[in-house]
């Protein structure tokens, strides 16, 4: 066989944009050439008699080869066509085999020898697959002619120029890992900018200046500060200061793609000069945090250090276009930012109404190379990245490879090549660029944003350079690397050298690259000297944009949250119907909860998970848009919501709740409330999602999301309310302590079902103590309600209010199908934060009461079918449904109603190490109560619950028994009816 190639595509000729004087187009400096389609893997182990064979088999039957074959041989003999060499021997096949099989070698593996350290040092290895001998070459065949056009390159050359040309294009500073992508168009979207002219891209003059330029403020921005403030940690950009370069060119290759708005993650290593020079926090504002002679209001006792600090920003870029930007704040569990970020972008989406291409809002996550392959959330955020309710239409990944992490080099750190290669079970495109060749780091910004915008998915660059001093600026690092830190030592600054190349490039005159520099740093001392005299605020209001009009502090002022017969009636009718033609599930449970649930405007009785349905259609009606997430939260882990039904024959879903009217489209002519075609005010939507099995990365996107929008409902459901352990970094780093660290405000609801039921020690407790520990400042606000129409008020209060704080609920297990209020205590009234006891205010005598119980949740109907059965009249019962903030005013007016009252108990399910016993004690015996409760519940535990169904029966008897007394005799044989009519 002669050459042959496959089917050709034409290079497209796209010129790009970037730096910040960007008036002027790139042209390439080589023509685009046609370039050959991305092959199936089997081409790399082809070999000539082979090829001759299945080329026989394809001439009699084309069909009786495989499609990617297939299409080989249809570009070879359109390649003959065209004048290429007719076959002739078969030693000629072998070697035309061989050509395709060194091409796709190197797309696939000539990054391994790519001059990626930035200290010059060549690749520790080549791939084999790229040797001669292994591809079927010998050295006297490089010399051998062949068609370029056949296969991509311009004109006859040699088996060894095209050789040389596919060294210079996937071994150089950069090298790009795209072939473990599947789907033909990317690996022909990457083949046709690598191995065309998009691989050495010309720069005006005015840009490469524009390159210098950023270069130098970034560099000279971290030597100011270790000049002036050289006891402080910053973790310093320098070796790294290439990043200023790369993300500017992110932000105008977006401008020009349409993104709108971009969203940031990243750790602190270089963010303060990405917060300087790319955020636009000013350098005085900066330098007041290193002067430290500022204090904000709300830091009483609160604040962050300055490397974790968020901002936000509009830039306006040299095209006119505006960009929005966001830096997320973050601590320094460094990759928890990533679902936060992710999260944050989804909400924008959704209020510019870009829910299909999700092209106009974008994340940039930065990470840091240890962390990025060792963290889990990583791959929990790549696992999401393609699902229905997480996708954010790709996210653009930046790492700063610095070649360690702490004081661990990478052999200690990882078992794989690069630390990227986990983006690979997302089929993440890789661009591995030197950070010492910021021209080249530019180039792979502007495809890796091409890449984002063309195909929606993740794509990431690895910046590899170094840091110039430790961990943080105090730490040695030559104790553990003494090799690496000469090294460091020896290497001039990408600034230096990048000038050292314009100068002699005739670019720029020496003159010239002083003066940026003068420049820069008298902005700097100018800075510093208003900093030290009149001090900038470093923090943003966090009351402005969507939140105006939301208030920071906590208010027990009750806020009416019912609703009228007529709204509920609607909603239960749409509750209880279905589509015309769609097929119930035949058992009989489906039909009977529809039956009941169209019935909730009439019923008796109405359950927690009624009660929650009828609270989102409510606030829905209200132009109120509602998110749910977590694992089966569309049906309920019990069973219990069915907020999704699904036709038995086609399996296709129905959602009741975005049915009620016609719905509302934000960003559009016909946001919500609008006035639909029937007249009727239009409604918002209910987002409900199953989760993928994991939780710290849909929390943290949750979490993210409810940033956005203080007027959205946002609600992330655990499984098992103990599964929330798997994301405790997003509740301690975030949810807790957000507030008070970073003025940051969150109306997340995270409900979390709750309560021993024998179900073992992994399925009982949510750890209540745990939240309620966390608890202070009026951070966030902990409820265990007990009833339905609680659950109902308390819902809708979450968005009724002036103010948004985090709320933790406790859901009551199997109880949520259980009836515990009416319909019409739904339409009136408001979430009570503790309830007196309605033995005693349906006209008991109170001041018979000699012992008051206190308690939360589901225990409560334990105590009370006992206290019935044991007719003790003697004895109130009062729920505490808040437990923080706990309204002490009203606790004191309901404890004084008992004003005979000698003993006070707290009664819980959980151990005394658990629960709320130790909180709420703590709070009782200080003032205005000074009171030392009595505990009754299980000993201390270092498990939840016991595993033995018995044991739990056990327990459970035991504290109800001590706190109420023995169940009287033959009392089980009215134990259900008892149960039954006291539940309310």
């Given at each position: 066989?002669?050459?042959?190639?496959?089917q050709?595509?034409?290079g497209q000729?796209?010129?790009?944009?970037?730096?910040?004087?960007?008036d002027?187009?790139y042209?390439m400096?080589?023509?685009?050439?046609?370039s050959?389609?991305?092959v199936?893997?089997?081409?790399?182990?082809?070999?000539g008699?082979?090829?001759?064979?299945?080329?026989?088999?394809?001439?009699?039957?084309?069909?009786s080869v495989?499609?990617?074959?297939?299409?080989?041989?249809?570009?070879?003999?359109l390649?003959?066509q065209?004048?290429?060499?007719?076959?002739?021997?078969?030693?000629?096949?072998?070697?035309?085999?061989?050509?395709f099989?060194?091409i796709?070698?190197?797309?696939?593996?000539?990054?391994?020898?790519?001059?990626?350290?930035?200290?010059?040092?060549?690749?520790?290895e080549?791939?084999p697959?790229?040797?001669?001998?292994?591809?079927?070459?010998?050295?006297?065949?490089?010399?051998?002619?062949i068609?370029?056009a056949?296969?991509?390159?311009?004109?006859?050359?040699?088996?060894?120029?095209?050789?040389?040309?596919?060294?210079?294009?996937?071994?150089?500073?950069?090298?790009?890992?795209?072939m473990?992508?599947?789907s033909i168009?990317?690996?022909?979207?990457?083949i046709?900018?690598?191995?065309?002219?998009?691989?050495?891209?010309?720069?005006?003059?005015?840009?490469?200046?524009?390159i210098?330029?950023n270069?130098?403020?970034a560099e000279l921005?971290?030597?100011?500060?270790?000049?002036?403030?050289?006891?402080?940690?910053?973790?310093?950009?320098?070796?790294?200061?290439?990043?200023?370069?790369?993300i500017?060119?992110?932000?105008?290759?977006?401008?020009?793609?349409?993104?709108?708005?971009?969203?940031?993650?990243?750790a602190h290593?270089?963010?303060?000069?990405?917060?300087?020079?790319?955020m636009?926090?000013t350098?005085e504002?900066?330098?007041?945090?290193?002067?430290?002679?500022?204090?904000?209001?709300y830091?009483?006792?609160?604040?962050?250090?300055?490397?974790?600090?968020?901002?936000?920003?509009?830039?306006?870029?040299?095209?006119g276009?505006?960009?929005?930007?966001?830096?997320?704040s973050?601590?320094?569990?460094?990759?928890?930012?990533?679902?936060?970020?992710q999260?944050?972008?989804?909400?924008k989406?959704?209020?510019?109404?870009?829910?299909?291409?999700r092209?106009?809002?974008?994340?940039l996550?930065?990470?840091?190379?240890?962390?990025?392959?060792?963290?889990?959330?990583?791959?929990e955020c790549?696992?999401?990245?393609?699902?229905?309710?997480y996708?954010v239409?790709?996210t653009?990944?930046?790492?700063?490879?610095?070649?360690?992490?702490?004081?661990?080099?990478?052999?200690?750190?990882?078992?794989?090549?690069?630390?990227?290669?986990?983006a690979?079970?997302?089929?993440c495109?890789?661009?591995h660029?030197?950070?010492?060749?910021?021209e080249?780091?530019?180039w792979?910004?502007?495809?890796?944003v091409?890449?984002?915008?063309?195909?929606?998915?993740?794509?990431?660059?690895?910046?590899?350079?170094?840091r110039?001093?430790?961990?943080?600026?105090q730490?040695?690092?030559?104790?553990t690397?003494?090799?690496?830190?000469?090294?460091?030592?020896?290497?001039?600054?990408v600034?230096?050298?990048?000038?050292?190349?314009?100068l002699?490039?005739?670019?720029?005159?020496?003159?010239?690259?002083?003066a940026?520099?003068?420049?820069l740093e008298?902005?700097?001392?100018s800075?510093?000297?208003?900093a030290?005299?009149?001090p900038?605020?470093?923090?943003?209001?966090?009351?402005?944009?969507r939140?105006?009009?939301?208030?920071?502090?906590?208010?027990?002022?009750?806020?009416?949250?019912?609703?009228?017969?007529?709204?509920?009636?609607?909603i239960?009718?749409?509750?209880g119907?279905?589509p015309?033609?769609f097929?119930?599930?035949?058992?009989f449970?489906?039909?009977?909860?529809?039956?009941?649930?169209?019935?909730l405007?009439?019923?008796?009785e109405?359950?927690?998970?009624?009660?929650?349905?009828l609270?989102?259609?409510?606030?829905?009606?209200?132009?109120?848009p509602?998110?749910?997430?977590?694992?089966d939260?569309?049906?309920?882990?019990?069973?219990?919501?069915?907020?999704?039904?699904?036709?038995?024959?086609?399996?296709?879903?129905?959602n009741?709740?975005n049915?009620?009217?016609?719905?509302?489209?934000?960003g559009?002519?016909?946001?919500?409330?609008?006035?639909?075609?029937d007249?009727?005010?239009r409604?918002?939507?209910?987002?409900?999602?199953?989760?993928p099995?994991?939780?710290?990365?849909?929390?943290?996107?949750?979490?993210?999301?409810?940033?956005?929008?203080?007027?959205?409902?946002?609600?992330w459901?655990?499984?098992?309310?103990?599964?929330?352990?798997?994301?405790?970094?997003?509740v301690?780093?975030?949810i807790?302590?957000?507030?008070?660290k970073?003025?940051?405000?969150?109306?997340?609801?995270?409900?979390?079902?709750?309560?021993y039921?024998?179900?073992?020690?992994?399925?009982?407790?949510?750890?209540?103590?745990r939240?309620?520990?966390?608890?202070a400042?009026?951070?966030?606000?902990?409820?265990?309600?007990?009833?339905?129409?609680q659950?109902?008020?308390?819902?809708?209060?979450?968005?009724?209010?002036?103010?948004?704080?985090p709320?933790?609920?406790?859901?009551?297990?199997?109880?949520l199908r259980?009836?515990?209020?009416?319909w019409?205590?739904?339409?009136?009234?408001?979430?009570q934060?503790?309830?007196?006891?309605?033995?005693?205010?349906?006209?008991?005598?109170?001041?018979?009461?000699?012992?008051?119980?206190?308690?939360?949740?589901?225990?409560?109907?334990?105590l009370?079918?006992r206290?019935?059965?044991?007719?003790?009249?003697?004895?109130?019962?009062?729920?505490v449904?808040?437990?923080?903030?706990?309204?002490?005013?009203?606790?004191?007016?309901?404890?004084?109603?008992y004003?005979?009252?000698?003993?006070?108990?707290?009664?819980?399910?959980?151990?005394?190490?658990?629960?709320?016993?130790?909180?709420?004690?703590?709070?009782?015996r200080?003032?205005?109560?000074?009171?030392?409760?009595?505990?009754i519940?299980?000993p201390?535990?270092?498990?939840?619950?016991?595993?033995?169904?018995?044991k739990?029966?056990?327990?459970?008897?035991?504290?109800?028994?001590?706190?109420?007394?023995?169940?009287p005799?033959?009392?089980?044989?009215?134990?259900?009816?008892?149960v039954?009519?006291t539940?309310?």
């Amino acid at each position: 066989m002669g050459s042959c190639s496959g089917q050709a595509m034409v290079g497209q000729s796209e010129r790009h944009r970037f730096g910040r004087t960007l008036d002027s187009e790139y042209p390439m400096t080589t023509p685009q050439p046609a370039s050959v389609k991305a092959v199936n893997p089997s081409v790399n182990s082809w070999s000539g008699d082979w090829l001759d064979s299945e080329y026989a088999r394809f001439k009699a039957d084309p069909a009786s080869v495989g499609p990617d074959l297939r299409a080989f041989f249809y570009g070879f003999d359109l390649a003959l066509q065209s004048g290429g060499a007719a076959p002739a021997a078969p030693s000629a096949a072998g070697v035309s085999g061989s050509v395709f099989a060194m091409i796709d070698a190197y797309r696939r593996h000539g990054h391994v020898a790519a001059r990626l350290d930035p200290f010059g040092q060549p690749a520790a290895e080549r791939a084999p697959e790229v040797d001669l001998q292994r591809l079927g070459l010998s050295q006297a065949d490089l010399a051998r002619a062949i068609d370029g056009a056949a296969v991509g390159f311009p004109g006859v050359t040699t088996i060894g120029a095209l050789r040389e040309a596919l060294e210079a294009r996937y071994s150089s500073d950069i090298g790009a890992e795209f072939m473990h992508c599947e789907s033909i168009a990317e690996r022909e979207f990457f083949i046709a900018r690598i191995e065309g002219g998009y691989a050495k891209p010309t720069y005006s003059t005015a840009d490469r200046v524009a390159i210098l330029e950023n270069l130098t403020k970034a560099e000279l921005f971290e030597t100011f500060i270790q000049k002036r403030y050289p006891g402080d940690k910053r973790f310093s950009l320098e070796g790294g200061e290439t990043t200023i370069p790369i993300i500017e060119a992110i932000i105008t290759a977006s401008g020009s793609r349409g993104i709108e708005e971009m969203v940031i993650g990243m750790a602190h290593r270089g963010r303060l000069n990405v917060l300087n020079n790319i955020m636009g926090k000013t350098h005085e504002q900066i330098f007041t945090e290193f002067e430290g002679n500022y204090e904000a209001s709300y830091v009483h006792g609160g604040g962050d250090v300055k490397y974790h600090r968020g901002y936000s920003s509009t830039r306006r870029l040299a095209n006119g276009h505006e960009l929005q930007l966001t830096l997320c704040s973050n601590p320094s569990h460094l990759e928890s930012v990533n679902p936060v970020a992710q999260g944050r972008v989804r909400g924008k989406q959704r209020m510019r109404g870009d829910t299909e291409q999700r092209g106009k809002v974008m994340p940039l996550l930065i990470h840091g190379d240890a962390a990025v392959i060792a963290q889990g959330v990583v791959a929990e955020c790549l696992n999401m990245a393609q699902l229905d309710g997480y996708t954010v239409g790709g996210t653009l990944h930046l790492v700063i490879n610095n070649q360690i992490g702490f004081t661990t080099l990478p052999r200690d750190s990882r078992s794989t090549r690069y630390c990227t290669d986990i983006a690979k079970m997302g089929e993440c495109p890789i661009l591995h660029v030197n950070g010492a060749n910021p021209e080249a780091c530019v180039w792979a910004a502007m495809i890796a944003v091409e890449y984002r915008q063309t195909f929606g998915k993740d794509v990431w660059i690895d910046m590899v350079c170094f840091r110039k001093y430790g961990h943080n600026e105090q730490d040695e690092q030559s104790f553990t690397q003494p090799v690496l830190a000469k090294l460091i030592k020896d290497q001039p600054s990408v600034l230096s050298s990048y000038a050292q190349r314009l100068l002699a490039e005739n670019v720029i005159g020496e003159n010239e690259a002083k003066a940026i520099g003068q420049r820069l740093e008298a902005a700097l001392d100018s800075a510093q000297q208003t900093a030290k005299k009149t001090p900038k605020a470093p923090t943003i209001d966090p009351g402005g944009s969507r939140w105006k009009g939301i208030v920071g502090k906590y208010s027990h002022t009750p806020v009416e949250t019912g609703i009228s017969a007529d709204v509920l009636k609607e909603i239960a009718t749409a509750l209880g119907s279905v589509p015309e033609g769609f097929n119930l599930n035949p058992k009989f449970k489906v039909t009977k909860m529809l039956e009941t649930r169209a019935g909730l405007a009439t019923s008796a009785e109405v359950s927690h998970a009624d009660a929650e349905l009828l609270a989102i259609g409510s606030l829905l009606l209200d132009g109120t848009p509602v998110r749910l997430s977590g694992q089966d939260c569309r049906r309920g882990t019990f069973t219990q919501r069915h907020a999704v039904l699904y036709d038995f024959v086609t399996g296709q879903p129905y959602n009741a709740l975005n049915n009620l009217r016609e719905m509302g489209q934000p960003g559009s002519d016909h946001e919500p409330l609008s006035k639909g075609s029937d007249g009727r005010p239009r409604q918002a939507r209910f987002c409900v999602y199953d989760s993928p099995l994991s939780e710290e990365a849909v929390l943290g996107f949750d979490y993210g999301y409810s940033m956005v929008d203080p007027n959205m409902l946002v609600m992330w459901e655990a499984q098992f309310g103990d599964f929330w352990n798997g994301a405790e970094v997003l509740v301690d780093q975030y949810i807790a302590s957000s507030e008070l660290k970073w003025d940051r405000w969150s109306g997340l609801v995270m409900l979390l079902p709750h309560g021993y039921e024998g179900a073992g020690p992994e399925h009982s407790s949510a750890r209540l103590e745990r939240f309620l520990q966390l608890c202070a400042n009026d951070n966030m606000q902990v409820c265990y309600p007990s009833t339905a129409a609680q659950h109902f008020h308390m819902l809708r209060r979450q968005v009724k209010r002036n103010f948004r704080k985090p709320l933790i609920v406790m859901t009551p297990k199997s109880r949520l199908r259980s009836p515990t209020s009416t319909w019409q205590e739904l339409t009136k009234g408001h979430f009570q934060e503790v309830l007196d006891d309605p033995s005693f205010i349906a006209g008991g005598d109170r001041k018979k009461v000699t012992r008051v119980i206190l308690c939360s949740g589901k225990v409560y109907f334990d105590l009370d079918a006992r206290r019935v059965a044991a007719n003790r009249t003697d004895t109130a019962i009062i729920r505490v449904e808040q437990l923080y903030p706990l309204n002490e005013k009203l606790m004191a007016e309901t404890l004084a109603k008992y004003p005979a009252a000698k003993t006070f108990i707290w009664a819980q399910e959980e151990p005394r190490n658990a629960g709320a016993y130790i909180f709420i004690a703590d709070l009782l015996r200080q003032k205005p109560f000074n009171i030392e409760l009595e505990y009754i519940g299980r000993p201390a535990s270092a498990s939840p619950a016991t595993g033995g169904k018995y044991k739990h029966l056990e327990q459970q008897e035991a504290i109800v028994s001590a706190a109420i007394g023995p169940a009287p005799a033959k009392a089980d044989s009215g134990k259900k009816e008892t149960v039954a009519s006291t539940s309310r």
